[in-house]
Nanobody
């Protein structure tokens, strides 16, 4: 499975961006998608996840109500509204072959994209 993110860029605080992640290869093996981010100088952190079947999504508290994860057949999206400077990070898409027992845990995901940079200016 290969994952390719797109949609990152520079945006002012309060603005919006929509990230996309296109999956290719053995996509039938994917059970769930996740979005993670890595702010400058910090560790990678969980943002959101959703099953490939489109079940109830999960979000980290800091983005709840501002970000929305969605998917179609082989693409997962992250709609980001009301962006804040602290949302600045490299955003990574991930895919899991099994039902993640801990949706926030990086080790639950088997495939990762190369990342796309989101910069939010104040």
């Amino acid at each position: 499975v290969q994952l390719v993110e797109s949609g990152g860029g520079l945006v002012q605080a309060g603005g919006s961006l929509r990230l996309s992640c296109a999956a290719s290869g053995r996509t039938s093996s994917i059970y769930a998608f996740g979005w993670y981010r890595q702010p400058p100088g910090k560790v990678r952190e969980f943002v959101a996840s959703i099953t490939r079947a489109g079940g109830t999504p999960s979000y980290t508290d800091s983005v709840e109500g501002r970000f929305t994860i969605s998917r179609d057949t082989n693409t997962v999206y992250l709609q980001m509204n009301s962006l804040k400077p602290e949302d600045t990070a490299i955003y990574y898409c991930a895919a899991a072959q099994r039902d993640p027992q801990l949706v926030w845990a990086t080790w639950e995901y088997d495939y990762w994209g190369q990342g796309t940079l989101v910069t939010v200016s104040s």
